[in-house]
């Protein structure tokens, strides 16, 4: 249904996707998190390439994508920050480290800065506690950050 | 089929199991308000998200009301339908509603017909107690339809019609909490979206939502306009709706009257549609009997079964959704635009009026056609064969607003020669319509036999899919015909897939056919009411002296003067068009 400016690879990967749940259109929240899990977001196109394939109409898979927060159509950055807010790192500070990286970063939870380089993204609970506040970057791990290291956490992937 | 019992105000209720506590209720006269609830019963549709819980009602033993739309009725169920629980509930509901809905009735164009306000004023509501955050949304034009959603309530009718019933998917509630609306793919507008301009989700909207585009105004200026004369067609299926609109019974013909009511409205030249439908029938039915002839020749070229194109809410359907097959719709122009062809060449001639101080209006059960009108390849040298389409609405405004008294009009006739029609043209209003004009006319082409009886009774009916097979003098030709757009698209699947052996098909976008179109008074639900329209149809077509379209002198006439033969050079030019692969046609914004 659209002028698509997806590669022919990203287009075959997706239908790969749809067929391991059989194009089933009640698999649409399982393909659309097997999607973004692999490309970090969904864009339009790949909207319409599910839509397709599921035969479902562009707009209804356009409403389950805006209806569930988890489901996002911005692109995350390079590297994507992601603050803990569960109760542990909540009450140990985690809303002023959140809100040092978004003064730093000049972008709001769920954006994406300008260059393309971070994301941020508030997460519940990675089950390490004991090091409370805790901030994701890709898959590693920093624990007790204060609002003062955040400008150090950042500069570790300026270059 | 088992049967349980209930007990409804302390009324004794025997139903199927299955039934809901709302319908339990209407079957002993019991009234419960609802909002969001739809159903066209004959049709098969329902909608019933239990969303607006304006049916709440109250069941013994359970601690919270339940919306009586969706709850099935059970065994030894007490329900109370109007306690002050109850009563206190749904009126929080409407206030809740209005509290973020614009207060401008005065100027909405649903006002009187919203049911939204109806619900206000049954419940008394004179102010709003709640204070809080509005809606607000941008406005969407396209062509036909105009949506507004800050007046949605989220029923969700649209999205069911356009889905569930016509499967064009343009429709769908997005985003969540406060922020959810009905949209289209990506918030995009309409014009950008596969909506067909069927206009389905206009005709169950509650409140002003979905409107019209209306063109009244635009009429009002060329009608004042010394240096244009100014035409009017009327489409079959409004003379059986238009007299709804003055309080009149449903199913009530006003020929007669649309016909006084539009001279007095100051058209210099009242005409029929049902002309152009006789013209229509000359064109498809020729192109119908030589694509038979040659494929029955053995010519493999020739794509079987011929689709109707009369509908201009089917045309862009298929031009969304069956582009590959663009090659079998008859390339026929619909009615309206064979009209706006010929009156903007012959009969412009006849009076000398040069086609730009012309103007062709057209009042339709449709909002398809204010779509149709604009297409570029209906146009010579931007000027339109067609300048305006009103729905059947508009024009009872627009008498209203005239101050004309509609009810004591004298029945008067349609002028000539674009006035003169047959049964044939009347019943293309009606599901099955074309195509037994077509059979009546092609037929007797066919066979040179005289039909002994013109009703084909076994084409006629409201089932959404619907087979038979006529006898053509030996010839078996198998017919299919569809309403509604779902119903459409299973009859063409089978198609595409080979599985069907039809060699004609009629399609119409609405349920009912036109009579149902998305441009008719507001039904509210009730399909007893398109079963009147569709009667007062089939009864203007016993009653006329000529009930086949080549018979039609007026369109014997136009082809010895004008045209030469049906399907000719001239009629090719002026009568038939080609379609457009839209299926890429949706655009992604950056």
Redesign the interface.
């Known amino acids: 249904?659209?002028?698509l400016?997806l590669s022919e690879d990203k287009i075959n990967q997706i239908k790969e996707i749809c067929k391991s749940f059989n194009n089933e259109k009640g698999e649409l929240i399982n393909v659309l998190h097997k999607t973004q899990t692999m490309y970090g977001y969904l864009p339009?196109?790949v909207?319409?390439v599910i839509?397709r394939e599921l035969n479902?109409?562009?707009?209804?898979?356009?409403?389950v994508v805006?209806?569930y927060s988890f489901f996002t159509m911005i692109p995350k950055g390079e590297f994507p920050i992601s603050i803990c807010m569960g109760t542990a790192c909540y009450v140990r500070g985690a809303e002023k480290v959140l809100d040092e990286f978004k003064r730093e970063l000049k972008i709001a939870v769920g954006e994406t800065s300008k260059d393309g380089k971070f994301s941020l993204s508030c997460l519940r609970c990675v089950g390490a506690c004991g090091l409370a506040p805790v901030v994701l970057v890709g898959e590693k791990v920093y624990g007790r950050v204060s609002p003062d290291g955040v400008k150090d956490i950042i500069a570790e992937y300026k270059q | 089929m088992e049967m349980i019992k209930l007990t409804i105000d302390n009324k004794i209720v025997e139903v199927e199991k299955g039934t809901t506590v709302l319908k339990a209720a209407r079957k002993v006269g019991i009234d419960i308000p609802t909002l969001c609830y739809f159903e066209l019963g004959d049709m098969k549709i329902e909608n019933k998200p239990g969303g607006c819980r304006v049916c709440v009602v109250e069941i013994e033993g359970r601690k919270n009301l339940a919306p009586a739309c969706a709850t099935e009725a059970m065994e030894g169920m007490v329900v109370d339908t109007h306690n002050i629980r109850v009563l206190n509930a749904r009126r929080t509901v409407v206030e809740l509603m209005i509290s973020d809905h614009p207060y401008d009735c005065l100027i909405c164009s649903k006002s009187g017909n919203c049911e939204l306000q109806t619900m206000a004023q049954k419940f008394g509501i004179r102010e709003i107690p709640y204070q809080g955050e509005k809606s607000t949304y941008r406005v969407d034009t396209s062509p036909s339809i105009i949506r507004d959603v800050d007046k949605c309530i989220m029923c969700r009718r649209c999205e069911m019609m356009c889905?569930d019933v016509q499967t064009?998917?343009?429709?769908?509630?997005?985003?969540?909490g406060f922020t959810a609306v009905v949209?289209?793919?990506?918030?995009m507008n309409l014009e950008k979206?596969?909506c067909t301009y069927c206009g389905q989700c206009v005709s169950v909207c509650p409140t002003g939502a979905l409107t019209e585009v209306d063109h009244t105004r635009n009429i009002i200026s060329a009608l004042a306009d010394k240096t244009k004369t100014v035409i009017v067609q009327t489409a079959p299926a409004v003379r059986a709706a238009l007299g709804e609109e003055f309080g009149m019974e449903y199913g009530t013909l006003v020929t007669g009257k649309m016909a006084a009511a539009l001279r007095r409205l100051g058209f210099k030249y009242v005409f029929d549609t049902d002309f152009a439908a006789d013209l229509t029938i000359m064109e498809e039915g020729t192109e119908l009997l030589g694509r038979l002839g040659k494929h029955l020749a053995g010519d493999k070229d020739v794509k079987l079964p011929i689709l109707t194109s009369c509908c201009p809410g089917w045309v862009n359907f298929f031009e969304h959704n069956f582009s590959d097959m663009l090659d079998i719709p008859s390339t026929a122009k619909s009615p309206q635009q064979m009209f706006g062809a010929i009156a903007k060449t012959y009969f412009a001639d006849k009076i000398g009026v040069n086609r730009k101080d012309m103007v062709v209006v057209s009042i339709m059960p449709c909002l398809a056609k204010k779509y149709e009108c604009q297409r570029d390849e209906f146009k010579v040298d931007g000027n339109p064969d067609v300048d305006f389409s009103l729905s059947t609405r508009e024009l009872a405004h627009f008498i209203k607003q005239a101050n004309i008294d509609f009810l004591n009009l004298p029945d008067e006739d349609f002028d000539h020669p674009m006035g003169e029609s047959t049964g044939a043209g009347v019943i293309f209003g009606n599901t099955g319509g074309v195509i037994e004009a077509a059979c009546r006319t092609a037929y007797e082409i066919h066979t040179g036999k005289k039909l002994e009886k013109v009703e084909f009774n076994q084409l006629r009916g409201m089932d959404g899919i619907r087979s038979a097979t006529i006898d053509f003098n030996g010839l078996p030709l198998n017919i299919g015909i569809a309403h509604g757009l779902g119903n459409a698209r299973k009859l063409l699947e089978d198609v595409r897939d080979g599985k069907s052996n039809f060699h004609a098909i009629e399609i119409m976008a609405c349920p009912g056919g036109c009579i149902g179109g998305g441009g008719q008074p507001y039904h509210h639900g009730d399909s007893s009411i398109l079963k009147k329209r569709a009667a007062a149809i089939y009864q203007e077509d016993a009653g006329k002296p000529i009930r086949k379209s080549h018979e039609n002198p007026d369109i014997i006439k136009l082809y010895e003067e004008f045209l030469g033969t049906p399907c000719g050079e001239k009629s090719h030019h002026l009568l038939h068009t080609h379609y457009f692969d839209k299926?890429?046609e949706?655009?992604?914004?950056e």
């Open positions: 249904m659209v002028n400016k339009a196109e909207q319409e839509a479902v109409s562009t707009a209804h898979v356009y409403g805006t209806f | 889905n064009v998917g343009a429709l769908s509630a997005v985003n969540r949209a289209p793919a990506f918030e979206s596969p299926s890429n949706v655009f992604i914004q």
